[in-house]
């Protein structure tokens, strides 16, 4: 490239750059007049910064060297733009930001017009200097691309300067569109500074209502290449199952977040996972229609479970799996409409459940038969827990005492795509009730841990509580803004976590139905079993790790998230501009230190901050290389 035509690239690259200087600085613009109005945006603007760069280098070359052709460019210009504004009539500029308005007549139209010719001018020139074999309109299309980047880049730039610049507190919250978050924010904070005593400091997390008791993510795990779809835990509260569309099982101590085996060799995504209450077997179930089992001593395959002479443990997905409180019989829920009821040490089918009339996506053991729920509810005196044993654990073995000698009990409940929750009996094999309320797919069921309450989400977007014995509804929690996959309730009986499409977890006061803390989480969501974490799933493969701590426990770690860009934000590495920009938006609407005065906050948002810029400036490197 010769010097000259490095010299007409810099003025049009430099009439870019006014030209984006100008509408980030006017903002908004329109021409209006006879025709109407027509709003001109940043790409209008930074196109007419590089006509004039060119016209600026055309006038640099042609006027500066006398060229006949110049000129001439200039003159039929100015004619195409006098007649442009004959045809059009009279016409105005707007830009209500700054209290601009002004008429544009034929005069400067004409003006208008010999600075585009003076511009075609320049191009051609550019061209011929270059040997380029382009025509003007080809070049002028492939800057409007590289423009319409660069919109969307500056777009987002703004947007983090608002943060970075100290801008006031309103500006902020427009540009995050959450006016209305701050207005309630601004109500909840002055009415506990009315009933707050002096020099108390009040903490918000979040624009909700929390207790005083919160839940903080204090980890995040790594590992899995792609989306996590299930959690067990180990009723030591030592271990971490996750099973993802990775095709792996993975094991994780809980307490350290570290990696501790992973089981892989599955022919496709794995849906479902399950340990059995003495932590000796887990169990998966996925897209390959196969239930497979392992030791977790050994870490060494047990078998596959198949359905009579079929390769297969189902024919259609296995989307659900859970093992039974006695640990001898497994049950599993498909896409081919079934339950299916396993021995656990045999592998021997003992019963295919037969009534939904669709895929069954959710299966769920009530924790105790009904039978023995009162001497499970306090009794008898528990005895001492066995070692590793939780404390409940103890009063648990006593209420399973009869089933060990004498059987299976107790029932299931199944939750399905054809709106139903259909319980069932085990000791008699039979279905005993159809539970009909929700307007949506039944994604998920879980029992209280006194197996009186039955708990159901669904894509209807709420949360269900039915009383287990009676079927009766007990009450609905609205709260969800997209469809529920996930619930899961504090082995206490007092917390319900739920989790939703939008990645979205909240936390439940279970007795009186009161949401009482928001999360920015995924699916799955479980407790662990003494009741003291929470797990969730995340984007890009990670799994979150909370803790619930006190406001004045300044002990325990909060949440400030690292790792690459994409990890911090939370998207997948090759999303799109807008999905990176709404989930930088999300993050903000929870940490940004104007909402939330927790100690780790402003170091939260920071690393927020920080990623999204990294990834703008990845997004404007590929710009500039294309």
């Given amino acids: 490239m010769t010097q000259n035509s490095k010299t007409g690239a810099a003025f049009i690259a430099g009439g870019s750059i006014a030209g984006a200087g100008v509408s980030a600085t006017v903002g908004g613009m329109g021409l209006a007049g006879g025709f109407g109005a027509v709003g001109i945006g940043t790409v209008p603007v ?58 544009i007549g034929t005069v400067p139209m004409a003006g208008i017009g010999a600075v585009v010719g003076l511009a075609a001018y320049g191009i051609a020139k550019l061209l011929d200097e270059t040997g ?15 423009i319409l980047q660069m919109d969307a880049y500056s777009a987002a730039v703004m947007e983090l300067e608002a943060f970075l610049t100290g801008e006031d507190l309103n500006q902020k919250f427009a540009a995050l569109e959450v006016e209305d978050e701050l207005q309630m924010l601004k109500k909840e904070l002055h009415k506990k500074t009315q009933t707050s005593p002096p020099n108390i400091k009040t903490e918000v997390v979040f624009p909700k209502e ?9 980890q995040t795990l790594w590992g899995h290449t792609a989306t996590v779809n299930a959690i067990a835990i180990t009723p030591d509260n030592q271990t971490l199952a996750s099973a993802s569309n990775d095709r792996t099982v993975r094991l994780w101590n809980l307490k350290t977040g570290k990696w501790l085996y992973t089981f892989a060799g599955q022919e496709e995504a794995v849906l479902s996972v399950a340990i059995s209450s003495d932590s000796k077997t887990l169990v998966s179930g996925g897209v390959a229609r196969k239930i497979s089992s392992w030791y977790l001593d050994t870490k060494k395959f047990n078998r596959t479970l198949f359905y009579l002479n079929s390769p297969y443990s189902h024919t259609g997905f296995v989307y659900s799996v859970a093992l039974g409180p006695d640990g001898k019989i497994l049950a599993s829920g498909s896409a081919d409409k079934t339950i299916r009821i396993w021995g656990r040490y045999t592998g021997e089918l003992k019963r295919t459940l037969n009534g939904h009339s669709d895929a069954v996506l959710s ?35 006593n209420a399973l005492a009869p089933l060990n000698k004498g059987g299976e009990g107790g ?8 709106k139903t929750i259909r319980i069932w009996d085990l000791k008699n094999w039979g279905q005993s009730h159809i539970i009909r309320g929700h307007s949506g797919a039944v994604n998920t069921v879980t029992v ?45 009986g007092q917390t319900l976590a739920s989790s939703s499409v939008d990645g979205i977890i909240n936390i439940w006061n279970l007795q009186t139905g009161q949401l009482l803390q928001t999360l920015s989480g995924c ?28 406001s004045s426990d300044e002990s325990m770690l909060e949440f400030v998230p690292s790792g690459e860009w994409w990890e911090v934000l939370g998207v997948e590495k090759t999303d799109n501009p807008k999905d990176v920009k709404d989930a930088y938006l999300r993050l903000a609407r929870l940490y940004h230190p104007d909402v939330n005065s927790s100690t780790n906050a402003k170091a939260a948002m920071q690393a927020i901050n920080q990623a999204y810029k990294e990834y703008r400036q990845k997004f404007m490197r590929g710009y500039l290389r294309s």
């Avoid at 001439?72 to 016409?91: E, F, Q, R, T, Y």
């Avoid at 380029?132 to 590289?146: G, I, N």
């Avoid at 929390?210 to 204090?218: D, L, M, Y």
């Avoid at 269900?464 to 206490?492: F, M, Q, Y």
């Fill in 46 to 103: 930074v196109g007419a910064g590089a006509v004039v760069g060119a016209a600026a280098y055309g006038a640099l070359k042609g006027i500066g060297e006398g060229d006949a052709a110049a000129y001439s460019a200039m003159g039929i210009g100015a004619i195409g733009g006098a007649g442009v504004s004959s045809v059009v009539g009279g016409m105005g500029l707007v830009a209500p930001k700054i209290g601009l308005a002004f008429g």
């Fill in 363 to 397: 299966v769920a053991f009530s924790p105790i038969p009904p039978t023995h729920a009162r001497c499970y509810n306090g009794g008898n005196p528990p005895q001492s827990p066995q070692r590793g044993e939780p404390p409940q654990g103890a009063a648990l073995r």
């Fill in 210 to 218: 929390a207790s005083s008791e919160t839940w903080r993510c204090v």
């Fill in 448 to 492: 209280s841990p006194d197996s009186q309450t039955l708990i159901s989400g669904s894509t209807d977007t709420t949360i269900k509580l039915w009383n287990l014995h009676t079927r009766e509804l007990l009450k609905t929690l609205n709260g969800h803004s997209a469809s529920v996959v996930s619930v899961a309730i504090n082995p206490d």
């Fill in 523 to 550: 699916s799955p969501v479980t407790f662990s079993y003494d009741g003291k974490t929470l797990v969730s799933g995340g984007k890009s493969g990670t799994i979150k790790i909370w803790r619930q701590t006190s």
């Fill in 411 to 418: 029932i299931v409940a199944s939750g399905s795509a054809d």
């Fill in 132 to 146: 380029t074999r382009e025509t003007p309109a080809q070049v002028f299309d492939r800057m409007e691309e590289k």
